[in-house]
């Protein structure tokens, strides 16, 4: 199966995305995990996207398509989370699953109201090891700054900063919604409403996927 899960910043994708891979054995392909761990190794593509990352901005389509690219036929299936967020990155998916002959099974469209997604944003921090999501009001690491679950730095990332945080609804508006309109007229896009726990959430998308 091939899965897109699309939302704003803050929906809860990343946090959906590695419980679904988890149950399903299924790839979770994150490109904003995939950009930190470039970040992080201080490669080119790393010191190229930083600059983007922590003002909000998208970092350029070429890059993000060069970067996926190879990973998203995977026999396993696939999780998308993060991709595609331009038409540019959503026109050359389809490019490449249909030389590939496999179709998008299920685009999920997770929604949260702005007020909550930047209150989310705001306590949210995230291992930069193993990537486990925080929030430092309602599911704080037991040991503070420390990860549960391997050890690792808990830290706040930086385009969680509220600067950083209102120009990526902004972003979000501006570049990703077409991709929704697009994929409503192509695929169809099943709706979420992404409050309440994490579990009741992975519920519905279970449902629905
Ligand atoms: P969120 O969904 O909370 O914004 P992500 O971890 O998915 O966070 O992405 C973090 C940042 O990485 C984005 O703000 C953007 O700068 C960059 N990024 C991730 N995926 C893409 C993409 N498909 N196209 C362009 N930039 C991306
Ligand atoms: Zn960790």
């Known amino acids: 199966m091939r899965i897109v899960l699309m939302g704003p910043p803050g929906a809860g994708k990343g946090t959906q995305a590695r419980r679904l891979a988890d149950s399903t054995g299924m ?18 593509l790393g010191l190229l996207a930083k600059g983007f990352m922590d003002r909000g901005d998208y970092v350029p389509d070429s890059n993000i398509i060069a970067m996926i690219e190879q990973y998203i036929a995977d026999p396993a299936g696939v999780l998308l989370d993060g991709f595609p967020r331009t038409l540019v990155q959503a026109e050359s998916l389809d490019a490449s699953l249909e030389k590939a002959g496999l179709p998008i099974d299920k ?41 549960g679950k391997c050890g690792g730095s808990v830290n706040v990332r930086d385009d969680d900063k509220p600067e950083a945080v209102l120009n990526r609804m902004k972003v979000y508006e501006d570049l990703t919604a077409p991709v929704l309109s697009y994929y409503q007229l192509r695929v169809g896009v099943t709706e979420i409403v992404a409050t309440g726990t994490p579990d009741s959430v992975y519920e519905k998308i279970s449902q629905a996927i």
């Open 27 to 44: 790839k979770h392909l994150s490109t904003g995990d995939m950009l930190r761990a470039e970040v992080a190794a201080g490669s080119e």
């Open 107 to 147: 685009i999920v469209h997770m929604t949260v109201d702005t007020d909550e997604l930047v209150k989310r944003l705001s306590s949210r921090a995230v291992c930069s090891d193993c990537q486990t999501p925080y929030n430092l009001v309602s599911n704080a690491p037991s040991r503070e700054g420390v990860c």
